[in-house]
């Protein structure tokens, strides 16, 4: 039978990629030029923000009933209906659950609703931001914990960005190999690379502030399990830099020379970012659930 600390951070994995393909994929998709946005199957994207605006939902919902039979007398506590109204009403991570239900909703209803890619980054991102409010960024009370929050809310916007926007990027490379687009997904990849740098300094510089934030150290003492993770998590964050600085400044320019050689490497690069992103997030979702020590 799967753990009660497994389902939860199954939940959360779940939750949060489906929130940074939404949030970072949509937003790229918005940013670009109509001539590359006419590139990608817009049915196979419609259906894919389906999918990802309904797994965040289910994940949320399934999130909170885990927390139910954390908190209650078991399983049956996940359809407790007096207890859920006591977590989501009467305790602080309770009513921030209940604002970012709000928000995932509102973000599967314009997904539903066929709205602009903007509007549906716009929602995810704050449904991303709100979970900064709650978990060990809500640690401290005062200036400290308002710090912490706000560290936290801009670490996890800015990772959505990053490795939500890998999605549409491999279409995009896959689009410069067609001559008559390659123009225009040219400047969506310039324009992808500016705000990429961007992001990836705000994942470091955040995440080096939470480090401190929450242990007050850097993470050296590997027998501790939170520790141990954090620091792989750190490491796995660093090879992800690395394997983009290679995309940009090592294959990016081979473009004017060997454009199909550049787009298969940086296709490649690109899904080695996705895979090890999806590794490190994994790790974030433990990590959410163990004690900071």
């Known amino acids: 039978m799967i753990s009660l600390t497994a389902a939860m951070a199954a939940s959360r994995l779940a939750g949060d990629a489906a929130l940074f393909f939404l949030f970072g994929g949509s937003g790229m998709m918005a940013l670009a030029r109509t001539t590359v946005q006419a590139s990608f199957n817009k049915r196979a994207v419609h259906l894919a923000q389906c999918w990802a605006a309904g797994i965040a939902l289910l994940a949320l919902l399934s999130l909170i009933c885990l927390q139910l039979v954390s908190v209650g007398d078991g399983w049956s506590s996940a359809v407790d209906i007096s207890l859920l109204k006591i977590v989501l009403f009467q305790t602080e991570f309770g009513q921030v659950w209940l604002v970012r239900l709000l928000f995932v909703v509102a973000t599967l209803i314009a997904?539903?609703?066929?709205?602009?890619?903007?509007?549906?980054?716009?929602?995810?991102?704050?449904?991303?931001?709100?979970?900064?409010?709650?978990?060990?960024?809500a640690m401290h009370e005062g200036l400290l914990g308002t710090a912490m929050r706000l560290s936290q809310a801009l670490h996890v916007v800015c990772a959505g960005a990053w490795v939500g926007s890998l999605v549409p990027l491999v279409g995009l490379l896959r689009a410069m190999k067609h001559a008559d687009l390659r123009e225009a997904a040219g400047h969506a990849l310039r324009q992808f690379s500016l705000f990429g740098h961007f992001a990836v300094a705000g994942v470091l510089l955040t995440g080096a502030a939470n480090t401190f934030f929450v242990l007050g150290q850097w993470p050296l003492h590997w027998h501790s399990p939170y520790q141990a993770l954090l620091g792989l998590k750190i490491c796995l964050a660093l090879a992800m830099v690395l394997m983009a600085v290679s995309n940009r400044y090592l294959w990016v320019p081979r473009f004017s020379g060997k454009p199909d050689l550049a787009a298969k490497a940086l296709v490649r690069g690109t899904l080695g970012e996705l895979t090890v992103a999806i590794i490190v997030l994994a790790l974030v979702s433990v990590l959410g659930l163990l004690e900071p020590v």
Not at 111 to 137: D, E, S
């Open 111 to 137: 997904v539903l609703a066929a709205r602009q890619n903007l509007v549906i980054a716009a929602w995810a991102g704050i449904a991303l931001a709100l979970t900064a409010l709650a978990g060990h960024a």
